[in-house]
């Protein structure tokens, strides 16, 4: 794929710079806790921090392993999402890795300035509430998604030395 990193690179800013101005417009115009209405018995803006991982994982750990917890992971993660995005040639993959990586880093800034994470949009019907995420959420959701339709739908190329052609004995 040409200009996989041209690719990967914008879709890692892109997210970037819309989490981090999501965020800071969060941190900014809307107090802690405080809910915000858009759409009655679906979807509120809400200022919450989550100290653990997804769906409050570790959150009730002591604060300094999380914080080494969490920060190693991240960065294991980006390292290894690096790796891929070098040797894919798909473009699929490389949005998807993008995707994942760009999340990872946006948590990231969170957890190294806060040693939580800003989350702020919330989901719900009725009395049931999907719990709060942020944008970097998102993209880690839709790369992994991507990557799992990647997964299940793409046609692997025949193995060499079990072609048809190759599997018939001529006389």
Request: contains cysteine; hydrophobic residues 50%.
């Given at each position: 794929m040409?200009?996989k990193?041209l690719w990967g690179?914008?879709?890692?800013?892109?997210?970037?710079?819309?989490?981090?101005?999501?965020?800071?417009?969060?941190?900014?115009r809307?107090?802690?806790?405080?809910?915000?209405t858009?759409?009655p018995?679906?979807?509120?803006?809400?200022?919450v921090r989550?100290k653990?991982?997804?769906?409050?994982?570790f959150?009730?750990?002591?604060?300094a392993?999380?914080?080494?917890?969490?920060i190693s992971?991240?960065?294991?993660?980006?390292?290894v999402?690096a790796?891929?995005?070098?040797k894919?040639?798909?473009r699929?993959?490389v949005v998807?890795f993008?995707?994942?990586?760009s999340?990872?880093?946006?948590?990231?800034?969170?957890r190294v300035?806060y040693?939580?994470?800003?989350?702020?949009i919330?989901?719900?019907?009725?009395?049931?509430?999907w719990?709060?995420?942020?944008v970097?959420?998102?993209?880690?959701?839709?790369?992994?998604?991507?990557?799992?339709i990647d997964?299940?739908?793409?046609k692997?190329?025949?193995?060499?030395?079990n072609?048809?052609?190759?599997?018939?004995n001529p006389?």
């Amino acid at each position: 794929m040409k200009n996989k990193y041209l690719w990967g690179g914008s879709i890692i800013g892109v997210v970037l710079v819309l989490d981090q101005l999501s965020k800071y417009l969060i941190e900014t115009r809307v107090r802690l806790y405080e809910i915000i209405t858009v759409i009655p018995g679906f979807f509120n803006i809400t200022h919450v921090r989550n100290k653990g991982a997804a769906f409050s994982l570790f959150a009730g750990a002591p604060g300094a392993f999380r914080s080494v917890f969490f920060i190693s992971v991240s960065l294991v993660a980006i390292g290894v999402i690096a790796v891929l995005i070098k040797k894919t040639r798909e473009r699929l993959l490389v949005v998807s890795f993008s995707l994942i990586a760009s999340g990872a880093v946006g948590n990231l800034i969170d957890r190294v300035r806060y040693g939580e994470v800003v989350d702020f949009i919330q989901w719900y019907i009725e009395s049931w509430y999907w719990p709060s995420f942020n944008v970097a959420d998102s993209a880690i959701s839709i790369g992994v998604c991507l990557l799992a339709i990647d997964m299940l739908f793409r046609k692997s190329p025949p193995e060499e030395g079990n072609s048809k052609s190759q599997m018939t004995n001529p006389k």
